[in-house]
């Protein structure tokens, strides 16, 4: 069985926390929630997580600010900023996607989820497999030479 990747998700909002933990939770991710940035960055330094995904505005450390620590501390982290105030963030964050809270279906916030996991992780061990056999079975039919 393959590990869990960890998340730390992080609003103030503790009903939006709580419905992305469950959604995240039942797509196979450990999910470590906050709700005060300041103790998700310490959570964030103990080490063991994979992906940060925070709301923007918050009291105390803003979401941006937020990134902004975790990518000084590891800038291979992959970030997510969300906001349900702010609808275009020109600002740079050092986020990896931002995206407006209602402006987007879980499933397009599952799947930048996957592809910034896949990106950080690098290709999949099977992936040098089927290059392989790729290989062997000689090049694609449009490129193979045809015969009169």
């Known amino acids: 069985m393959k590990p869990k990747r960890t998340i730390l998700c ?3 909002n503790e009903q939006s926390l709580s419905i992305r933990k469950v959604m995240l939770e039942t797509r196979g991710y450990r999910v470590l ?3 005060n940035a300041r103790e ?8 063991g997580v994979d992906l940060v995904l925070t709301d923007l505005v918050m009291p105390g ?3 941006s600010k937020l990134i902004q620590e975790v990518k000084d501390r590891s800038p291979e982290t992959p ?5 349900g105030t702010v609808k275009i ?5 050092g986020a990896d996607v931002f995206l ?3 402006m987007y279906v879980p499933a397009d916030l599952l799947e930048r989820i996957r592809l910034l996991l896949v990106r950080k992780r690098g290709p999949k061990r099977h992936h040098a497999r089927t290059q392989a056999q790729l290989s ?4 694609p039919t449009a490129f193979r030479a045809v015969s009169a």
């Open 89 to 93: 963030y020109e600002r740079d964050t």
């Open 40 to 47: 998700a960055l310490d959570r964030f330094s103990a080490g």
């Open 33 to 35: 929630a906050y709700s």
């Open 10 to 12: 992080v609003d103030d």
């Open 136 to 139: 062997s079975q000689g090049p």
């Open 79 to 83: 970030a997510i900023l969300l906001s």
């Open 61 to 63: 450390v803003d979401g």
């Open 100 to 102: 407006a809270k209602g």
